[in-house]
């Protein structure tokens, strides 16, 4: 789906720091104009005033969609600034973390669409993921053009139901620090085998980008790449006899520590 409602009717932009700069550099390299963005932030950068976008100025009567792109800690002061949009003509877009739909339906109203949405940072760099999940009110078209939005900082995922929005959070939300995490301790090791601090950081970043560049491209499942580059009996089986010990091994690992990030997303969003 185009851009099409939002160039005729425009978008509001609620908060623009990291995320919300992506998304918006997204838009206007696709062609969206200037003018039919509406960001209300309260201390724009100076990259955001160079974008000629229009900046805490008199809104639209109704808007194509609302993007609500601050902080969560801040949505009890936001939500009150928009909520003159809601009865069903404006589409409402949150990407703020842990506030579920209901928090929004009791200040919108049931009648309101309202998309949640889950990008993770690799937005930054247009390779993020973004989960989906509507209210009742949410048609198709809502999400469709929710997910043209969002396509603008990488792929999307439509979820089936909102409670799986902890499990996003766990896998895709957090999942960049667990890849960071992973390249500090292969260069760690690397250290520990006799390369220099630099060298082994340089091996071990471009390793991890590089599998992972290969993985987004290839046909080939993340299984099958993997036995691709396992020779039996060489040093890469050596080291994923480690890797994948069931009970020692990463499987284990990552499932804990994904238990652990979905069960405090739960606990966050109540």
Not at 98 to 103: E, W, Y
Not at 147 to 174: P, W
Not at 243 to 260: F, H, K, Q, V, Y
Request: charged content about 15%; aromatic content about 2%.
């Amino acid at each position: 789906m185009s851009l099409k409602p939002v160039a005729e009717r425009g978008i509001v932009l609620l908060g623009c720091g990291k995320m919300g700069s992506a998304l918006l550099a997204g838009w206007l390299q696709s062609g969206l104009a200037p003018d039919s963005v509406h960001v209300i932030d309260p201390a724009p950068s100076d990259w955001l005033t160079a974008q000629r976008v229009r900046i805490n100025a008199p809104l639209p009567a109704a808007p194509a969609v609302v993007l609500l792109a601050v902080k969560p800690q801040m949505m009890g002061d936001a939500l009150p600034a928009i909520s003159g949009f809601s009865g069903g003509r404006t589409l409402f877009l949150s990407i703020a973390a842990g506030t579920r739909i209901a928090r929004f339906e009791e200040v919108l109203g049931s009648d309101s669409p309202i998309i949640r949405a889950m990008p993770n940072t690799p937005a930054a760099v247009g390779r993020g993921i973004t989960a989906l999940i509507g209210n009742a009110q949410a048609t198709e078209a809502d999400m469709a053009l929710s997910e043209a939005l969002m396509a603008a900082v990488g792929g999307t995922i439509r979820l089936e139901d909102e409670a799986q929005m902890d499990a996003v959070t766990a896998l895709s939300g957090s999942g960049p620090a667990y890849v960071f995490h992973l390249i500090e301790a292969m260069a760690q090791a690397g250290i520990a085998q006799g390369l220099s601090p630099d060298t082994a950081m340089q091996l071990a970043r471009a390793t991890v980008t590089g599998a992972g560049e290969l993985a987004f491209q290839a046909k080939d499942s993340p299984e099958q790449l993997r036995v691709n580059v396992t020779s039996p009996g060489g040093t890469t089986a050596a080291a994923l006899a480690v890797l994948m010990d069931e009970a020692t091994g990463l499987p284990p690992l990552m499932a804990r520590a994904i238990s652990a990030a979905a069960a405090r997303s739960k606990e966050l969003s109540q």
